[in-house]
């Protein structure tokens, strides 16, 4: 599998990994990609901000959104956001999340992280027995706010 920079034109593959999921079908919709659009537009042109598409056979199987957060707290370290993680449905359960997980705190080390944080949701509880295996703890409780 090889991971890089999410192009425009990977952006109707990204949303169908984003809405392949019982959350996400609530939410996403590759009918108008124009928001997806804007959007990717302003994370491509922000260096803190690398939107990833994972490749195997040249079909996209995976996602994710890493953001370097740099912090003053814990003696000015900066931290990798990693959001939006995403394998084909089909794909699940052959290693490939693991893969691009362990890729993501790789380059996340490269970009000067200490520290890989992610949320996720609270109906996911697959994703939290993945995370773990993977060796996240989940050490805090999130809070959002719609605005």
Request: charged residues 30%.
């Amino acid at each position: 599998m090889m991971m890089r920079r999410a192009v425009a034109a990977d952006l109707p593959a990204i949303v169908e990994l984003l809405a392949d999921d019982e959350q996400g079908r609530k939410r996403e919709t590759v009918a108008d990609l124009t928001p997806y659009r804007r959007a990717f537009e302003l994370l491509d042109a922000d260096p803190a901000q690398l939107l990833v598409v994972a490749e195997l056979d040249g079909v996209i199987v995976g996602t994710l959104h890493l953001t370097v957060i740099p912090g003053l707290a814990h003696r000015g370290r900066t931290r990798g956001l990693v959001e939006a993680v995403r394998i084909a449905s089909d794909r699940r359960g052959q290693g490939l999340g693991a893969e691009l997980m362990r890729w993501t705190v790789d380059e996340a080390k490269r970009r000067g992280c200490s520290l890989v944080q992610l949320t996720s949701h609270g109906r996911r509880t697959a994703a939290h027995r993945f995370y773990e295996r993977l060796g996240f703890t989940p050490s805090h409780v999130g809070f959002k706010l719609e605005i």
